[in-house]
């Protein structure tokens, strides 16, 4: 059995150059029924069968290969395009933290200074215990209750 070309491998299952690979497994499993050697007396030495397997590997292969081909393409066009955007944005429109921490604020307050009348009064440890505490000692007798009064 020699080597079979894409071209070649098109003729020997009957399909155009641009099938789709639905229309290539078709062809491909009729003729393989038909020219099967245990379906087909005449083909005994599945010299035919061999031929169209062999065609059919190589048109799924070389379809594989050209969809690889198409998703590199689109990865590197999305790639070009969000690259030729950047560039024509310019320096002005990209962030820069030394631009965001030198602005002026517009709304007539002055971060710098430093405002204590809004500012949240810290909160007592002691104040936090009490109540903790006092949660789980009301759970306590809840519970102690309410197993003497069953």
Request: charged content about 25%; proline content about 2%; overall charge positive.
């Amino acid at each position: 059995m020699h080597p079979v070309d894409v071209n070649q491998s098109h003729q020997i299952l009957g399909v155009k150059k641009n099938s789709t690979i639905k229309e290539i497994k078709q062809a491909y499993r009729a003729l393989s029924l038909q020219y099967h050697p245990d379906k087909n007396e005449e083909h005994k030495n599945g010299q035919k069968f061999k031929e169209i397997s062999q065609a059919y590997q190589i048109l799924k292969a070389n379809h594989k290969i050209k969809i690889k081909n198409e998703e590199k393409n689109a990865e590197k066009a999305h790639a070009d395009f969000w690259k030729q955007q950047g560039e024509k944005m310019g320096d002005d429109m990209r962030f820069s933290y030394e631009k965001f921490a030198n602005m002026r604020n517009n709304f007539g307050i002055n971060f710098d200074q430093n405002y204590t009348t809004n500012r949240e009064k810290p909160v007592s440890q002691r104040s936090t215990h009490y109540i903790l505490y006092g949660g789980l000692s009301l759970v306590a007798i809840w519970i102690i209750l309410t197993e003497i009064f069953k």
